[in-house]
C-alpha cells in the first residue's frame, strides 16, 4: 500500500481550509484488489509472486492461480465466492480486513462506477489471475519512476508470452532454441528465460530429462495442468490466432 500511495497520488486539493490528497485512484479500491489477491493466491505456486505494477494510466495486481472451478469472473462481480485458503480468510476476517465472503469484489465495481472510473477489469492468463484498475487520469512516468517500475511492468507483460509459449508446446516437446525461433524470440533474452522458468514453477511444463536440466537434448513439454489450463483458455488462441 505504501508502493500504491508513493505512485497514485494525482495532486491536492485547496478548495478547502485544510489540503486534501486527491487520488487517481480511490485507496480503499486498490487495498480491496490487494487483500483479493492475498486472501485468493495459489500459494503451492513456489516462485510465483504475488505482483503489483505501475503503469501510466493503470495498476495491475496479480496473483499466481486461477479462479477456482465453477467459478467465472461474472459471479465474482456478482459477489459468488469460494475459499481458496480459508485460514488465511479467516485470519484477515477477524482483522476486520474482510467485511463478508464475496463483498469486496463487488465493493470495487461500486467504487469505481461512484467515482466515474473507468471499469476494471479481471483476466485469467498463464496460470495467474490479474486485476487492472484503470486510472482517472494518465500520469506519465517520471524518468526515476520509470526505472523503479521497469522490473514489474515486465512482469506483468510477461503473461502473453507465456501464453505463446505453451501454445507452441500444445503438439510436441520443443528445445528453448525451437520455442524461441518459432516464436521470433531472442532465445538469450532474461524475459524469455523468465517466462520458461515461470511456467515450470507453475507445472505447466516440465522438462524432457528431469534429471539434468541443463542437458544440451533437454526439451520442455506441457503438463496434464498444462493442458487443461490451455483447454480453458480459448482467448489464448484468438489472440495469438
Known amino acids: ?9 494525482r495532486g491536492a486539493d ?9 487520488w487517481s485512484i480511490p485507496i480503499n479500491i486498490l487495498r480491496e484488489v490487494v487483500i483479493n489477491a492475498l486472501v485468493h493466491a495459489d500459494y503451492s505456486h513456489r516462485g510465483t509472486p504475488i505482483r503489483i505494477a505501475f503503469f501510466d494510466d493503470r495498476i495491475e495486481v496479480e496473483n499466481p492461480g486461477l479462479l477456482l472451478p465453477g467459478l467465472t469472473v461474472e459471479d465474482l ?4 465466492s469460494l475459499i481458496r485458503n480459508p485460514v488465511i480468510a479467516r485470519v ?7 467485511e463478508q465472503w464475496g463483498s469486496g469484489v463487488p465493493a470495487i465495481y461500486r467504487q469505481a462506477q461512484v467515482e466515474g ?7 485469467e ?17 517520471t524518468r526515476e519512476q520509470s526505472r ?7 512482469g506483468a507483460q510477461s503473461g502473453a508470452q507465456s501464453a505463446q509459449i505453451l501454445l507452441t508446446l500444445s503438439d510436441t516437446p520443443l528445445s528453448s532454441h525451437d520455442i ?3 516464436l521470433d524470440l531472442p532465445s538469450k533474452s532474461g524475459a524469455f528465460k523468465r517466462s520458461l522458468k515461470e511456467l515450470l514453477d507453475d507445472a505447466l511444463i516440465e522438462y524432457t530429462i528431469p534429471d539434468k536440466p541443463t542437458s544440451r537434448l533437454q526439451q520442455y513439454r506441457l503438463t496434464d495442468h498444462g493442458r487443461r489450463i490451455l483447454a480453458q483458455q480459448p482467448s489464448i488462441h484468438s489472440t495469438l490466432g
Do not use: N, Y
Open 125 to 141: 492468463l498463464a496460470g495467474r489471475l490479474r486485476f487492472s484498475v484503470p486510472l482517472r487520469d494518465p500520469l506519465p512516468l
Open 148 to 154: 523503479t517500475s521497469r522490473p514489474a511492468q515486465s
Open 117 to 123: 472510473l473507468p471499469e476494471p477489469t479481471i483476466e
Open 180 to 182: 524461441a525461433q518459432i
Open 92 to 98: 484477515f476476517r477477524e482483522l476486520d480486513l474482510v
Open 1 to 9: 500500500m505504501l508502493f500504491l500511495k508513493k505512485h497514485a497520488m
Open 77 to 80: 462481480k456478482l459477489g459468488v
Open 14 to 22: 485547496f478548495s478547502e481550509i485544510r489540503r486534501k490528497d486527491r
